[in-house]
């Protein structure tokens, strides 16, 4: 039986992941909380030696707002609704107060210089790839921005993670023919399906999910789907949920995750954990001592069973 492996992927958005959810104005101390905290989830990788995946809009590439309005690409997306658009909402906010918010240079090259870690893309703009009036000359235009951005520091984009789990199997000729070899996917539970319209039961049972159910989340490196010969789709196992007041949540929380790591590293499975780095924002301390708990828990599987680190690329 082959060594299982811990997945880890970041989904690194800053304000582009949730600008039309928020106020930008009553989020600047979770924003700058979540640019603090960063450096911190790099120490402790570095310190269990934890490789990972980053998936980085490439919007946080630019300097500034002068920088960003240069970089605007010629064919934008056109949604139905309007309030989705990165380049309708950051045309609205610019200022010098809110560039720390959209934009993270230094942060990628942080992310750049530490040993394991992978800068994928999570499109340029926080594209939604299944929302009404997306198409696929524009998302070839985002993508293709980004990759020029990466490039710029020295970065080849091999792995792509869809904004909000809007996978669109549509889009993978355009991801395999720009140079994407590997995509994350998400897991194959009812309702982790057709997320852009996310019913209230897909979110009860995905709530309900984190804390209680079946060992059903690792899979097999056999089980990696290949879309052709150059790209594959690897499943995402578990969201990591940000820490929470309930103290009886937290501790369910973790107990699951435990037990699916264990279960994983004794099968010999791949288990894909990942998050926003901005779910640390409101509670930073408390996030970094549960992170802090479950790369203690990977080292005792590693060395108890031989469980490995791999970012997404690794296992392409």
């Not at 993670?161 to 590997?182: A, D, H, K, M, S």
């Not at 820490?243 to 107990?255: D, G, M, P």
């Amino acid at each position: 039986m082959s060594n299982g492996a811990l997945v880890i992927s970041l989904d690194f958005e800053l304000l582009w992941g949730v600008f039309d959810k928020v106020d930008w104005r009553e989020k600047k101390e979770y924003f700058h909380n979540t640019r603090e905290v960063i450096p911190e989830i790099i120490k402790l990788f570095e310190e269990h030696e934890i490789s990972c995946t980053w998936a980085t809009v490439g919007m946080l590439f630019n300097n500034d707002w002068d920088e960003w309005n240069a970089n605007i690409p010629d064919k934008i997306p056109k949604y139905e609704n309007e309030r989705l658009s990165a380049y309708t909402f950051g045309k609205s906010i610019q200022s010098k107060e809110t560039e720390e918010l959209c934009f993270a240079p230094d942060l990628v090259k942080l992310i750049q210089e530490t040993s394991n870690q992978e800068i994928a893309t999570h499109t340029y703009s926080h594209y939604y790839c299944l929302e009404p009036g997306q198409e696929i000359e524009a998302f070839n235009a985002d993508l293709k921005k980004t990759i020029e951005l990466a490039s710029n520091f020295g970065v080849e984009l091999n792995s792509l993670v869809f904004p909000r789990n809007q996978y669109n199997p549509e889009y993978l000729e355009v991801c395999e023919i720009l140079g994407i070899r590997t995509v994350r996917t998400n897991p194959e539970n009812w309702y982790w399906q057709n997320t852009q319209n996310d019913s209230l039961a897909q979110k009860i049972f995905r709530t309900g999910d984190a804390y209680i159910g079946l060992f059903d989340k690792s899979y097999k490196a056999s089980d990696i789907s290949c879309f052709s010969q150059k790209i594959t789709g690897q499943k995402a196992s578990r969201l990591l949920r940000p820490y929470s007041k309930k103290i009886i949540i937290n501790k369910l929380k973790l107990k699951r995750i435990f037990e699916e790591m264990e279960y994983a590293a004794k099968m010999g499975e791949h288990y894909h954990l990942w998050w926003h780095p901005h779910n640390f924002g409101g509670n930073p301390l408390e996030n970094i001592k549960e992170l802090q708990q479950i790369l203690k828990k990977f080292s005792i599987l590693k060395n108890k069973y031989g469980f490995c680190s791999k970012n997404m690329i690794s296992i392409n």
